[in-house]
């Protein structure tokens, strides 16, 4: 089984990003899987500090490690927005293949100098964990958010970039380059859709030279997705389209029939609603990321 870092880079060789899809329960796993496995392309779920506390950060390691093994399949699990050592280790320590370490809302010094401790920490317990870090306002909250004036975010720069990846070494960043979490009620009636400030994806590219993840991935325009892949992006966020199909999915399942009470008879709508996401996304990322 490759490893998640020779994933990542392979995929900014050809071309492509990597999907990574939030995972919160099975229903949505199930469906981010079975996606990934028909396509036949390697696929990265992640579970923020609540998706963790829901679901058990443990159970999580077990359940997607299982699957890796079963299927031979290269799914990798991230620990994704960790905000603080401690969660981090929890991570690391239960086999999660990747740690995002975000201290964005911290002065850039500040975040360097402690993304940088935990660059050390999480690999002198696994050499192999990839870890990402974040600089940059990106907003939080990957759920819906009242339409209005787009808030006004400044981007990374790529000075801002070379100084953090430099300091830190970190194996993968994130920056902010016109992305932000969550979708305004537009983007779920598709009226609006984000853009992204594809130069300076570009310019942060080569000031860097490491590979880029893109956070806030939903609802963003598919030609802006395709563009940013072009620019340097190698991994693609994507969070609330999945829970708003999760969500639509499982009320057409309770909708069905009144009084059904079997779990696997309900869900499956849920399933195939996740799934139908995942798929267009990850078909969009690049279908010759093939297996
Ligand atoms: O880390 C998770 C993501 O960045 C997802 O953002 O909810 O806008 O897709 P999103
Ligand atoms: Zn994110």
Redesign the pocket.
């Known amino acids: 089984m490759k490893k998640l870092i020779d994933v990542v880079q392979e995929a900014g060789k050809t071309c492509v990003a990597i999907g ?1 899809f ?1 995972i919160a329960d099975l229903v949505i796993l199930k469906g981010v899987f079975e996606a990934a496995r028909e396509l036949k392309v390697p696929v990265m779920v ?1 579970a ?1 500090e609540g998706e963790r506390e829901f679901a058990g950060t443990r159970q999580l390691a077990a359940v997607v490690r299982s699957v890796r093994e079963e299927f031979d399949f290269p799914i990798f699990l991230n620990a ?2 960790t905000h603080s050592l401690a969660k981090g280790l929890e991570a690391v320590k239960a086999g999660f293949d990747s740690v ?1 370490f975000d201290l964005s809302t911290l002065p850039l010094e500040e975040n360097a100098r402690l993304t940088e401790q935990a660059v050390e920490t999480f690999k002198s317990i696994n050499p192999e964990v990839v870890v990402e870090g974040e600089i940059g306002d ?1 907003g939080s ?3 819906i958010h009242a339409d209005g004036p787009t808030p006004d975010r400044t981007l990374t720069t790529p000075e801002e970039a070379r100084q953090f990846v430099t300091e830190t070494k970190v194996d993968v960043l994130a920056p902010a380059v016109g ?5 305004r009620r537009g983007m779920v009636t598709g009226k609006e859709r984000k853009h992204l400030a594809l130069e300076r994806i570009r310019e942060i590219k080569s000031a860097t030279c490491v590979p880029l993840t ?7 325009a598919d030609d802006d997705l395709k563009q940013a892949i072009h620019a340097g992006v190698n991994v693609i ?7 708003l199909a999760w969500k639509q999915g499982l009320e057409a399942g309770l909708a069905k029939r009144e009084d059904e009470v079997v779990p696997y008879k309900i869900l499956p709508p849920a399933v195939a609603a996740v799934r139908n996401v995942v798929s267009a996304r990850l078909r969009l990322f690049g279908e010759q990321n093939q297996l």
Do not use: K, P, Y
Request: negative net charge; hydrophobic residues 20%.
């Open positions: 990574h939030n992640g923020s994704d927005h995002v990106i909250g990957s759920e992305n932000s979490h969550g979708m893109l956070h806030g991935g939903s609802g963003t966020h994507i969070n609330t389209e999945l829970r």
